[in-house]
């Protein structure tokens, strides 16, 4: 009787079936990486078609039959119902996987023999149980726009996996799946299972992994696994979130707030995270950067907006309740934010348009303050000398008043940027010993800089898109007041329509 091996790697493929894309990424697999890796791996390929959309099932079983040999084992499963999100096909997926690492890739994915032949070095010897590789964006017609979705200043090196997370977001193309290999028991089902029932799907592979991670160190590299189709979630894809919500029977900005907030909070109850941890968290996504608390209030004010215009959009006030209970406690630096957030709600139940829509854009601004000169204002809890003390991932970082732009950097590096001899990273105990004798150099050092309204431009961009020119409008222009005289049926007609 012939003994069974145990794959070194379980890849576990979760696709709709889409041909050109399914059959697209076994060429780029198979043609990149060396046959030594793909002989140790265990290949999973998980159908989750939806029954709206035609699928070549006969297409796919061809190609899994012609590169059958190349891999330890082959397996072609259908799901037995359709899974609305990835993270719920994933999660169904990774039932059949028996390797010692997982690597759980979407179809959408276009592998580099650079970051294969990395892969393939790294389960050779690991040094850590998770390993993380880099990867590049190309526009949706091919276009490669070269943004990293992580930026490094080393090729290889280690830090928390809990840290890595804060500095480049929960919900953001750093933490997707693909890029990502890790030990299999590590991707708990019991408690991935428990966030998707009580939290919300969206990301819940990465609150798994940070309640089982944590501060355990991983491995990452610099050198590009794959290219990935650049998807601009929060001014795209509108369709596709909001097919979503109608068909799962959630409010329209679910994932952004509820279930941001309800992984959060079972971090915090299990001991995996913190309030302050959540006031540290960004979301970095190519050359962008906000804090991970701002996607909640941003998404919050339009779930509320859009529960105005429909009613059955409309958060209870229990739940209402919960989200600004939730902010209170990781923002309490915003507590006029919060006054503000509680007359909006107030102001969606019983007034008029006229004041409604002013009472957005007025906490909308009031939001985007950190999005002006300087730069995550709300991060800055102290100053010493020409020193801003702001929180950071690693702890607190010591920066120039004036040093905004660098001060950007240090945070979107996912190592620590301590080799700048103007950055100096602290820990809380280091905080409350610090005697900071460094003078200023000149008086004008010691203020911050002036914040002002940048001035607001129309781009060639929106000559060529009508939808984005009436945003334009509607946001800096009075279109708000304009809108108020309108009637309201004529309102949610427009606002389906254009935002």
Not at 16 to 21: D, R, T, W
């Amino acid at each position: 009787m012939t003994e069974q091996v145990q794959p070194r790697l379980s890849l576990v493929v979760p696709t709709m079936g889409k041909n050109n894309i399914t059959l697209r990424l076994f060429d780029t697999l198979v043609t990149g990486a060396a046959p030594g890796l793909l002989a140790q791996t265990e290949l999973i390929v998980f159908l989750n078609a939806d029954p709206r959309t035609k699928v070549d099932v006969s297409a796919i079983e061809k190609c899994l039959e012609t590169h059958r040999h190349r891999f330890l084992s082959c397996r072609f499963v259908r799901a037995d119902k359709f899974h609305l999100t990835a993270e719920e096909s994933a999660y169904a997926a990774v039932a059949y996987a028996t390797g010692e690492y997982l690597w759980i890739a979407g179809d959408k994915r276009i592998f580099l023999p650079e970051g294969l032949a990395q892969l393939a070095a790294y389960l050779e010897a690991p040094q850590t149980p998770c390993a993380y590789f880099n990867s590049v964006w190309q526009t949706s017609d091919g276009y490669t726009n070269v943004h990293p979705s992580t930026h490094f200043s080393k090729s290889i090196a280690t830090m928390p996996y809990k840290t890595f997370v804060q500095g480049n977001g929960i919900n953001f193309i750093a933490t997707s799946m693909g890029a990502w290999v890790f030990r299999r028991e590590l991707l708990d089902r019991d408690v991935w299972a428990h966030i998707i029932k009580n939290c919300g799907p969206h990301f819940s592979h990465v609150a798994t992994l940070l309640k089982t991670l944590g501060k355990t160190e991983i491995l990452y590299h610099a050198v590009y696994l794959y290219i990935s189709e650049a998807k601009a979630y929060h001014d795209g894809d509108a369709n596709e979130w909001s097919d979503y919500s109608k068909l799962a029977g959630t409010y329209r900005y679910y994932a952004w707030t509820f279930g941001l907030v309800r992984q959060f909070q079972y971090l915090i109850d299990q001991g995996s995270y913190s309030y302050a941890d959540i006031r540290r968290s960004m979301c970095s996504e190519g050359i962008q950067l906000s804090r991970q608390i701002d996607e909640i209030y941003n998404h919050f004010i339009l779930q509320i907006q859009v529960g105005w215009l429909i009613d059955k959009e409309r958060v209870t006030q229990g739940e209402f309740g919960e989200i600004l209970t939730f902010l209170s406690r990781v923002c309490p630096e915003r507590g006029i934010v919060n006054g503000m957030m509680r007359r909006l709600y107030a102001a969606s139940l019983d007034k008029k348009v006229s004041d409604f829509v002013l009472d957005v854009r007025e906490v909308q601004r009031a939001v985007a303050m950190d999005h002006q000169e300087l730069r995550f204002a709300t991060l800055v809890v102290g100053q010493v000398g020409d020193c801003f003390i702001r929180l950071h991932p690693r702890g607190y970082l010591l920066s120039r008043v004036r040093d905004n732009e660098d001060f950007m950097l240090a945070y979107k590096l996912a190592d620590p940027p301590a080799q700048h001899k103007r950055w100096t990273i602290i820990s809380d105990s280091e905080l409350a010993r610090l005697r900071y004798e460094t003078k200023a150099k000149h008086i004008g050092a010691l203020f911050p800089v002036h914040v002002r309204r940048p001035e607001r431009k129309i781009s060639g961009a929106l000559k060529q898109r009508p939808r984005l020119l009436v945003r334009k409008v509607y946001n800096g222009l009075g279109g708000a007041r304009l809108l108020s005289y309108l009637p309201k049926g004529l309102v949610v007609h427009l606002w389906r329509h254009l935002f």
